[in-house]
C-alpha cells in the first residue's frame, strides 16, 4: 500500500484500539458483552433479516434454549375456597438445547483496494462495513444451508457453509422430522405444478403450514417464507393465464401477486434457498452468541499484499419451538414447464 493508505491503516487500528479498549489490534483481543452488544446491533440495523429474527448474547456455551415467546394457554380458573392457584410457564414447551461453538469469520482486503478507498473520507466506515456485511450474509446462508460441523471447512466443496455448522433446517430435521417434508408420491421428491404433489405454490405452502402443530397454527405471526425461483415460477404461470387481462396485469405489477400464499404472509429473503419454502414465526428463529467469546486481531500481511482481519465467536442456530416451524427439503423440490411431462 502507498504511503497516505498506511497513514489511513494506522488512524484505522488506532480508532479500533480505543474502542475496544485494546493496546495492540495485530494481537488477538477479546471483546466485552457491551460492545458485542452494540456490534450485534448495528448488523441488525444494516440487515433486514437479522432484524427480524432473534439474535441473542448467551452467558453459558450450552444449555437450554431461551424460548423468548409466550405460549400456551396460561387463562384459568381457580376455587382458591380449596386449593391454591397454580402459576404457569408460558416459556415451558420448547425443549430444545443449543451448544454455541466456534465460527471464523475472517476476511481480507487487497491493497489495491485500499489504496482505491483511501482518499474517500469514510474510509474507515468502508472497511468496518466490509467485514460486517460478510459475517450477516454468511451466517444467514449458514442458518438455512447448514448441514453439519466440520474440523477443518471447505468453502470451494461447500459454498454455503454446509460444512460450518448446523443451520435451522437440519436441526428441524433431526429434531422434529415429522415437520420436514422431504418427498411427496414420488421418492425424494416434491412436484410443484400441474400433474404434481400440489397443482401450484399456493397448495404447497398450505400443506406445509397444515404441519404445524395445534397449538400454534393460529398465532398470528406465522409466515411463509419462500424461495426466489418458486416465486417467479408462480408468477410467471400467472402471467401465462391472466397477463392479457388489465385488472390481474395491474395486480402483478403492483407486486401484490406474492402478498400471500397458504393464507400467510409470504416474505422473499436473501440468501435463502430458491426452492424452499418455511413456515413459522420470525421470533421463532435465533442465533446464540456466546459472551466473552468474540475475538478479533487485525493483520498487515505484506507477504501477500494485502490487509487482514480475523474475527471467531462461539455461535449456534436454534429453533425455539419446533413445533412452530414445518418446511420441505429445497434440495427435492422439482418443477415442471410442460404440465407435469417433465419435472427438473
Known amino acids: 500500500m502507498d504511503n497516505f493508505t498506511r497513514k489511513k491503516i494506522s488512524a484505522l487500528e488506532l480508532a479500533v484500539a480505543e474502542q475496544y479498549d485494546t493496546a495492540n489490534v495485530a494481537q488477538t483481543f477479546s471483546i466485552t458483552p457491551n460492545k458485542a452488544q452494540k456490534i450485534i446491533a448495528q448488523a441488525r440495523l444494516e440487515n433486514s433479516f437479522l432484524n427480524r429474527i432473534n439474535v441473542v448474547l448467551v452467558k453459558n456455551q450450552q444449555g437450554e434454549a431461551i424460548r423468548i415467546d409466550a405460549t400456551g394457554m396460561i387463562a384459568g380458573t381457580t376455587d382458591t375456597e380449596s386449593k391454591d392457584r397454580a402459576p404457569k410457564d408460558p416459556h415451558s414447551k420448547g425443549g430444545t438445547t443449543y451448544h454455541c461453538q466456534q465460527v471464523n469469520f475472517d476476511t481480507l482486503i487487497k491493497y489495491v483496494t485500499l489504496d482505491a478507498w483511501a482518499h474517500d473520507p469514510k474510509f474507515k466506515t468502508l472497511v468496518a462495513v466490509q467485514t460486517r456485511k460478510q459475517i450477516s450474509t454468511n451466517q444467514i446462508q449458514i442458518g438455512f444451508y447448514g448441514e453439519r460441523r466440520a474440523a477443518t471447512s471447505d468453502p470451494a466443496a461447500n459454498p454455503k457453509g454446509q460444512d460450518v455448522a448446523k443451520g435451522w433446517l437440519k436441526k428441524l430435521e433431526e429434531q422434529n422430522a415429522e415437520n420436514f417434508l422431504t418427498e411427496g408420491k414420488n421418492a425424494g421428491e416434491i412436484r410443484i405444478g400441474e400433474q404434481g404433489d400440489y397443482?401450484?405454490?399456493?397448495?404447497?405452502?398450505?400443506?406445509?403450514?397444515?404441519?404445524?402443530?395445534?397449538?400454534?397454527?393460529?398465532?398470528?405471526?406465522?409466515?411463509?417464507?419462500?424461495?426466489?425461483?418458486?416465486?417467479?415460477?408462480?408468477?410467471?404461470?400467472?402471467?401465462?393465464?391472466?397477463?392479457?387481462?388489465?385488472?390481474?396485469?395491474?395486480?402483478?405489477?403492483?407486486?401484490?401477486?406474492?402478498?400471500?400464499?397458504?393464507?400467510?404472509?409470504?416474505?422473499?429473503?436473501?440468501?435463502?434457498?430458491?426452492?424452499?419454502?418455511?413456515?413459522?414465526?420470525?421470533?421463532?428463529?435465533?442465533?446464540?452468541?456466546?459472551?466473552?467469546?468474540?475475538?478479533?486481531?487485525?493483520?498487515?500481511?505484506?507477504?501477500?499484499?494485502?490487509?487482514?482481519?480475523?474475527?471467531?465467536?462461539?455461535?449456534?442456530?436454534?429453533?425455539?419451538?419446533?413445533?412452530?416451524?414445518?418446511?420441505?427439503?429445497?434440495?427435492?423440490?422439482?418443477?415442471?414447464?410442460?404440465?407435469?411431462?417433465?419435472?427438473?
Open 199 to 344: 397443482v401450484n405454490l399456493d397448495a404447497a405452502v398450505n400443506d406445509v403450514k397444515q404441519m404445524i402443530d395445534p397449538e400454534f397454527e393460529d398465532d398470528g405471526d406465522l409466515v411463509a417464507i419462500i424461495g426466489s425461483e418458486l416465486l417467479a415460477d408462480d408468477k410467471a404461470k400467472f402471467y401465462d393465464l391472466h397477463g392479457n387481462t388489465p385488472s390481474e396485469k395491474a395486480r402483478i405489477e403492483d407486486k401484490q401477486i406474492i402478498g400471500t400464499y397458504g393464507g400467510l404472509s409470504a416474505y422473499k429473503v436473501p440468501h435463502f434457498p430458491s426452492r424452499g419454502i418455511i413456515v413459522t414465526s420470525f421470533k421463532n428463529l435465533s442465533i446464540y452468541i456466546q459472551k466473552d467469546s468474540i475475538r478479533r486481531r487485525m493483520e498487515d500481511n505484506a507477504k501477500r499484499d494485502r490487509y487482514e482481519t480475523y474475527q471467531s465467536q462461539n455461535m449456534d442456530y436454534v429453533i425455539e419451538e419446533l413445533g412452530k416451524i414445518a418446511a420441505v427439503q429445497f434440495a427435492n423440490v422439482k418443477l415442471t414447464d410442460d404440465k407435469g411431462t417433465s419435472w427438473s
